[in-house]
C-alpha cells in the first residue's frame, strides 16, 4: 500500500527575491518527509526465492535423503539451519568440499523431507497431528530454531487431538528427551488427569517403563479409584509380555518389571474387599508372594496396625502409598453441571451438597462428612449491610468481584474425638479441545478444616472474562462443554489425609 501526505503552512509575506534560505531548506526537507512512503513487496520476494526452489534453478549443492534427490543451495541451507552451516562452510568437513551429500533419516523424516526443505525457501509447511513430530525431529537435528517454536506451539494447542488419535504418548516420551518441557509438561497434565482415557488407546502400551513409573507415581492421577489404575497397570504389563520372546531371560525381565511398577500402587487405598479380590487376579497368582506382601501393608492400615508399617515409611516415597489419589468414585467426590450457562444472570450461584468419608482407614468407622459447595461463575456480589459492634452500628458498603469462585463449606460436626480434619480438595474442571471433551484443568489444596474454619474459597477458578465471553470476540470459552458448549462441568474432591499421607497440593 501507498501512502502520502501533503501540508500547508501560510506565513506572512516575503518580498520576491528575500526568501530566508533556511526557510527554503526547511520547506525541502518538510517535503521529502511527508512523501516518504515504505513500500512492502516482500511477498514477490519470497515468490521469487521459493521459485529457485520449485524449478532447481541455480543450485550448487543436492541432498539425497532415502535415494531421492533434493537440490538445493548452500547460501539458503545455511542461513536456515546452524547444523548445516557448520557442515557445508566449515572446511573440516568432508561435506563442504562436496556438491552431493547423503543424508540419514528415518522413514517417518524421509517422507516429508521435501516438505522441510520447501520451508528454508517459502517459510511455510503444512502439519498435523501425524506429521508434526518427524517435522519437529528434523527441526531439532538441524538446530532450525523458527520452525521448532512453530511445531511446538502446534502441540500444545492440539493435546487431545494427539490423544483421540493414538500419537500423545509418543509426543510425550519424545518432547521429554528432548527438553521441549513445555509440550512435555501438557502432555502429562493430559495423561495424569483423564487417565482411564488414555488407557483405551491404542498407543498405551507404547509408554516406556520410566516414564509409565513417573506418571504412577503422581498425586494428581485422576481414575475412579486404585483398583481401576490396578487394572490399567495390568493392561500395560499384558501389552509388554505379548512383545517379548517367552523364555528365561524374558521371564526374569518380567518379574523384575511387575515389581518395579506395581511397587506405585497404592494397595492401603484399596478398601479391604478390594483387596479381597486381587487374589482372584492371574498376575497375583502368578506372583503371589510380592503381591500377599502389598497387600498386607494395605490390610495393616485398615486394620490400624501401624507398627507393622515403620519399614514401609522408612523407604523413599513409603509415604505416598498412604496418600489419596483424585478418584472420582462417589465416595469421595461429586460432580457440578451447570447448564444453559450463557442464560445465566450476573452473580448467579449454584450449590450443591454431598458427603464423603472422612476417615481413609477402616478400622475408623464409617463416619461421613457432609459439604456444601456454592459456585459464582458470574461473579460474587455482597449486598450492603449494617455490622452491630459494640460501638455502635457500622455500614459495610456493597463489594463485587470479578472472579470465578468456587466455596466449599464443611457442614457436618467434625469426626468422633477430632479437633480438626485435614483433608485435600481437588477440582476437575472439563474442557474441549479439538472436539474431545477431557478434564481440562485441575486444582488442588490441601486444608484442615475445624469449628472456626468451615469454608475454603477457591477464588480465579477460571479466568473470568474468557469463561464469561468478555475477552472481545466471538470465540466459546474452552471449558464450556456439551452439545451446544452451553455447559460448565466442576468435579469436586474431597479426601481424607491421614497421619501417614504426604501432601504436595497448595496449602
Not at 63 to 77: F, K, M, Q, T
Amino acid at each position: 500500500m501507498f501512502r502520502s501526505a501533503t501540508g500547508q503552512t501560510t506565513r506572512g509575506s516575503v518580498p520576491k527575491g528575500k526568501e530566508n534560505k533556511s526557510s527554503k531548506a526547511d520547506c525541502c526537507s518538510a517535503s521529502f518527509t511527508s512523501e516518504d512512503m515504505e513500500i512492502d513487496n516482500s511477498h514477490t520476494v519470497l515468490q521469487k526465492i521459493s521459485m529457485l526452489y520449485m524449478e532447481r534453478q541455480m543450485n550448487d549443492i543436492c541432498l539425497i535423503v532415502s535415494g531421492v534427490e533434493y537440490p538445493a543451495h548452500r547460501l539458503i541451507l545455511c542461513a536456515s539451519s546452524e547444523v548445516f552451516q557448520v557442515m557445508l562452510m566449515n572446511p573440516e568437513w568432508s561435506e563442504s568440499q562436496e556438491s552431493r551429500v547423503v543424508l540419514q533419516e528415518t522413514p517417518t523424516c524421509a517422507a516429508i523431507f521435501g516438505d522441510f526443505l520447501q520451508y528454508f525457501y517459502t517459510g511455510r509447511i503444512r502439519i498435523n497431528h501425524a506429521t508434526v513430530m518427524p517435522v519437529l525431529s528434523l527441526a531439532d537435528k538441524y538446530n532450525v530454531k523458527d520452525l521448532v517454536k512453530l511445531c511446538v506451539e502446534y502441540m500444545c494447542m492440539h493435546i487431545a487431538h494427539a490423544a483421540s488419535n493414538n500419537q500423545l504418548v509418543s509426543w510425550l516420551q519424545y518432547t521429554l528427551a528432548c527438553g521441549h518441557y513445555d509440550v512435555a509438561q501438557a502432555c502429562q497434565n493430559f495423561v495424569k488427569w483423564n487417565f482411564e482415557m488414555v488407557a483405551e488407546a491404542s498407543d498405551f502400551g507404547n509408554f516406556e517403563p520410566d516414564v509409565f513409573i513417573n506418571i504412577l507415581k503422581q498425586n494428581d492421577l485422576v481414575v475412579h479409584d486404585e483398583t481401576i489404575l490396578y487394572n490399567c497397570v495390568v493392561k500395560w504389563l499384558d501389552i509388554q509380555q505379548e512383545r517379548v520372546l517367552m523364555n528365561e531371560e524374558s521371564a526374569k525381565y518380567m518379574e523384575h518389571l511387575v515389581m518395579n511398577v506395581m511397587a506405585y500402587i497404592r494397595f492401603p487405598m484399596m478398601s479391604p474387599r478390594q483387596l479381597a479380590e486381587l487374589l482372584l487376579s492371574p498376575l497375583t497368582k502368578m506372583y503371589k508372594e510380592f503381591f500377599v506382601e502389598r497387600m498386607a501393608i494395605g490390610m495393616s492400615f485398615h486394620s490400624g496396625h501401624i507398627e507393622h508399617l515403620s519399614d514401609v515409611l522408612q523407604q523413599n516415597g513409603g509415604h505416598l502409598l498412604f496418600t489419596p489419589r483424585l478418584y472420582t468414585a462417589d465416595t469421595w467426590s461429586t460432580l457440578l453441571s451447570v447448564e444453559n450457562f450463557s442464560s445465566l444472570p450476573p452473580y448467579h450461584a449454584r450449590t450443591l451438597v454431598f458427603s464423603s468419608h472422612s476417615s481413609l482407614a477402616e478400622h475408623t468407622g464409617d463416619h461421613t462428612c457432609e459439604w456444601v459447595v456454592d459456585l459464582y461463575p458470574k461473579g460474587v456480589w455482597f449486598k450492603k449491610f449494617y455490622l452491630i459492634v459494640w460501638q455502635g452500628t457500622v455500614e459495610v458498603p456493597e463489594c463485587v468481584l470479578r472472579t470465578v469462585r468456587l466455596s466449599v463449606m464443611c457442614k457436618d460436626p467434625l469426626p468422633p474425638f477430632a479437633a480438626d480434619m485435614r483433608v485435600e480438595v481437588g477440582i476437575l474442571i472439563r474442557g474441549v479441545q479439538d472436539g474431545v471433551e477431557h478434564v481440562m484443568t485441575v486444582i488442588r489444596r490441601c486444608h484442615c478444616f475445624s469449628q472456626e474454619d468451615k469454608i475454603l474459597n477457591f477464588d480465579d477458578l477460571l479466568e473470568f472474562d474468557e469463561l464469561n465471553h468478555l475477552t472481545g470476540n466471538n470465540s466459546i470459552s474452552p471449558y464450556l462443554v456439551g452439545k451446544h458448549r452451553d455447559v460448565l462441568k466442576v468435579h469436586i474432591v474431597i479426601a481424607p489425609l491421614s497421619k501417614l499421607s504426604i501432601s504436595t497440593a497448595v496449602k
